[in-house]
Nanobody
Framework: VQLQAYGGGLVQAGGSLRLSCAAS????????MGWFRQAPGKERRFVAS????????YYADSVKGRFTISRDNAKNTVYLQMNSLKPEDTAVYYC????????????????WGQGTQVTVSS
């Protein structure tokens, strides 16, 4: 599986962005997917994940109620709708395939995409 994340950009606080992660490969629909983010000088952190059917979703406390993860298996794409953005949401956002274990740990994910920069100005 190869992943490509896009949709980042510069937005003012309170604004919205929608990230997309396009996957190649016919096995996309059999994997749970996740979004992580990494701010400068900080470790990569969990943002949201979704099961392979889309039936269950998981969120970091810092984004609950503001971000929504979804997927379209027919399009091999997972999305992250980000609303009410805050300056502390500024980071490079990565999508990845969950291949084992926890939904929350970066070490349980692989096939990382190249990341897309999200910058939220105050």
């Amino acid at each position: 599986v190869q992943l490509q994340a896009y949709g980042g950009g510069l937005v003012q606080a309170g604004g919205s962005l929608r990230l997309s992660c396009a996957a190649s490969g016919r096995t996309f629909s059999t994997y749970a997917m996740g979004w992580f983010r990494q701010a400068p000088g900080k470790e990569r952190r969990f943002v949201a994940s979704i099961t392979y059917t889309g039936g269950s979703t998981y969120y970091a406390d810092s984004v609950k109620g503001r971000f929504t993860i979804s997927r379209d298996n027919a399009k091999n794409t997972v999305y992250l709708q980000m609303n009410s953005l805050k300056p502390e949401d500024t980071a490079v956002y990565y999508c990845a395939v969950r291949y084992r274990g926890s939904y929350y740990e970066a070490s349980d994910y692989g096939f990382w995409g190249q990341g897309t920069q999200v910058t939220v100005s105050s």
